[in-house]
T-cell receptor, first 116, second 110 residues
């Protein structure tokens, strides 16, 4: 089955610093990956669509200069939260679709970001 | 615009059957998926319906009626480990991503 690895699982950082989160598809190539954010007891909100070899597509209201996305290869997408603030503390989850499976997406294990 | 509605909470006892409903309003429709998420974990894929009818996978079944913009997830022979949040998600025709519903928190009691 499709496996997506996300790292780190938890990170605590100081306000004003930057944090990079990696999302890897381990056994398949993913031309497109998605980044979601989830606040406690809320649903998953799509932040951006990451396309290999091109710029990411951001959802309305998501600051592209704050949440930098790089999809440098067919198996790796990274999300960098720049100049993090306490309100950025959240659960960040990536997902990728295996091209042979048109219906479901495999999610990474998520990254719990706490900004202090 | 897109909107999905689900009940916020459902409670049932072990061994029972529970149905979680999802209604949606989307600009297009390509399919309805269901995901399970335990506290602190990532969502895991449960089922997908692109056509009307019932799809059965073990204890879980999912139903879709496109004319009613409605679907449900049916969980049978409930177990304690089924306590989790369940999200319906719609894929519209204009994007590759799924839009998630607000989620239903299922509590299974002994």
């Amino acid at each position: 089955g499709a496996v997506v690895s996300q790292h780190p699982s938890r990170v605590i950082c100081k306000s004003g610093t930057s944090v990079k989160i990696e999302c890897r598809s381990l056994d398949f190539q993913a031309t497109t990956m998605f980044w979601y954010r989830q606040f406690p007891k809320q649903s998953l909100m799509l932040m951006a669509t990451s396309n290999e070899g091109s710029k990411a597509t951001y959802e309305q209201g998501v600051e592209k200069d704050k949440f930098l996305i790089n999809h440098a290869s067919l198996t790796l997408s990274t999300l960098t939260v720049t100049s993090a603030h306490p309100e950025d503390s959240s659960f960040y989850i990536c997902s990728a679709q295996k091209t042979t499976e048109a219906y479901g997406y495999t999610f990474g294990s998520g990254t719990r970001l706490t900004v202090v | 615009g897109q909107s999905l509605e689900q009940p916020s909470e459902v409670t049932a006892v072990e061994g029972a059957i529970v149905q979680i409903n999802c209604t949606y309003q989307t600009s297009g429709f390509y399919g309805l998926s269901w995901y399970q998420q335990h506290d602190g974990g990532a969502p895991t894929f449960l089922s997908y319906n692109a056509l009307d009818g019932l799809e059965e996978t073990g204890r879980f079944s999912s139903f879709l009626s496109r004319s009613d913009s409605y679907g449900y997830l049916l969980l049978q022979e409930l177990q304690m480990k089924d306590s989790a949040s369940y999200f319906c998600a719609v894929r519209d025709n204009y994007g590759q991503n799924f839009v998630f519903g607000p989620g239903t928190r299922l509590s299974v009691l002994p």
